[in-house]
Every structure is written in structure tokens, then in C-alpha cells.
């Protein structure tokens, strides 16, 4: 069984850049969530894909959007980067249908915004 | 909001000590709770979890018991190893969402 992956593992990006991060979700699961996680903070909702299509969000702004593709991996854009942006973007991976949902996370991105 | 809250860090024990991080929850309705490890340079893994009142999770020797009446989840082990060592996060999920509300998370260090 594959488990989330992440990629890349480390990026560094000027202010006002567009930046996409990848996400592929474990085997068998069909939905994906992003979490920001600033340095010493715990992780912060970003927002959640099922089936394709956005499925609940945290108090981001519309400069982080999202993609989930046919085969449940996603994507994470986000768009006139500021420097508070800079943080580990955790991608997690789920199958709705049981009881009690269990999140599976990645290795995360590191984003540096200079 | 929901919000979960986290006793602060970092602590460090000797090895072999007993270990309990704090947490406490403030949720509008009947939350599933977990405790996520963050190994070093690593994601989250999930580590325990408890779906409802007076459910005792455990796994790898830790253990936290859901309690409704004092809106806690605190994580214990009684024998802590250095591998053990790693920032633990307590959550949340609100029932039907799998959105996660993360605490801040507590750096344990466990000297030999």
C-alpha cells in the first residue's frame, strides 16, 4: 500500500510568485485536505476535495485554491505569495464512508517565501 | 469555534519516566479526538484515537481517555523511551467533517 506523497519537498519563492505543491493521495483513499502548518504552530485547515470538488474550507483567502484530479491526487496553488506564507503545507489523504474518518498525512512541503 | 488547547512545551524527561501532555477541547458537539506525532523532518502520524465519551485510546504504550465532563483527552505513557521523542498535537473532528482543529502542539525530549 503507497502512502501520501508530496512534492517537492523544499521550495523557495519570491513575494507575489504563484506557487503549486502536489499531492498524492494513499491507495484506495478519495479525499484530500491541506494544512498550513507555520513554524512551532499546529497545523491550520486550509481546505478538503471529494469527488473532485472542494468540500469545505478554513479561513484562508481565495489565493489558495485547489484541484483534485480523477485519480485523487490534488493539487494546492496559491497565488501572490506573501512572506507569511512561508510554512510546511501538510497534505492529507482519507476514504469517506466509515464511522470515524482517519487522516493519513504526507511529508509535507517546506515553502520558504523571501 | 471548536479549539483544542495544549499545556505548553517543550518537556523533557530521563528515559523510563512517566509522561502526561495536557488537553483540553472546547467543541458545540460531540467531537471524535486524536493525538498526531511529528517525528523530525517527518509528517503527522496518527497515534491514538477516541471516538466518543469514556473511550480509552491506546497504541505504542501511550494511552488518553475521552472525558466528556472535563472536556480533556490527555495523552500518558508510564515508560518513556528517547525514540519517543517528537512534538505531539492533540485534535479534533467534529462529527460528519474531517476537518482537523489542531492544538499547538508539545515538544517532548527524552535524555537517556
Known amino acids: 500500500e503507497t502512502g501520501v506523497t508530496q512534492s517537492p519537498t523544499h521550495l523557495i519563492k519570491t513575494r507575489g510568485q504563484q506557487v503549486t505543491l502536489r499531492c498524492s493521495s494513499q491507495?484506495?483513499?478519495?479525499?484530500v485536505s491541506w494544512y498550513q502548518q507555520a513554524l512551532g504552530q499546529g497545523p491550520q485547515f486550509i481546505f478538503q476535495?471529494?469527488?473532485?470538488?472542494?468540500?469545505g474550507r478554513g479561513n484562508f483567502p481565495p489565493r489558495f485554491s485547489g484541484l483534485q484530479f480523477p485519480n485523487y491526487s490534488s493539487e494546492l496553488n496559491v497565488n501572490a505569495l506573501e512572506l507569511d506564507d512561508s510554512a510546511l503545507y501538510l497534505c492529507?489523504?482519507?476514504?469517506?464512508?466509515?464511522?470515524?474518518?482517519?487522516?493519513?498525512f504526507g511529508p509535507g512541503t517546506r515553502l520558504t517565501v523571501t | 469555534g471548536n479549539s483544542v488547547t495544549q499545556m505548553e512545551g517543550p518537556v523533557t524527561l530521563s528515559e523510563e519516566a512517566f509522561l502526561t501532555i495536557n488537553c483540553t477541547y472546547t467543541?458545540?458537539?460531540?467531537?471524535?479526538l486524536f493525538w498526531y506525532v511529528q517525528y523530525p523532518g517527518e509528517g503527522l502520524q496518527l497515534l491514538l484515537k477516541?471516538?466518543?465519551?469514556?473511550d480509552k485510546g491506546s497504541n505504542k504504550g501511550f494511552e488518553a481517555t475521552y472525558r466528556k465532563e472535563t472536556t480533556s483527552f490527555h495523552l500518558e505513557k508510564g515508560s518513556v523511551q528517547v525514540s519517543d521523542s517528537a512534538v505531539y498535537f492533540c485534535?479534533?473532528?467534529?462529527?460528519?467533517?474531517?476537518?482537523?482543529?489542531f492544538g499547538k502542539g508539545t515538544k517532548l525530549t527524552v535524555n537517556p
Open positions: 492529507a489523504s482519507s476514504r469517506v464512508g466509515g464511522a470515524i474518518y482517519e487522516q493519513y
Open positions: 491507495s484506495g483513499h478519495n479525499t
Open positions: 476535495y471529494y469527488r473532485e470538488e472542494e468540500n
Open positions: 467543541a458545540t458537539g460531540y467531537p471524535s
Open positions: 477516541a471516538t466518543k465519551a469514556d
Open positions: 485534535a479534533l473532528s467534529e462529527g460528519g467533517s474531517e476537518k482537523l482543529v
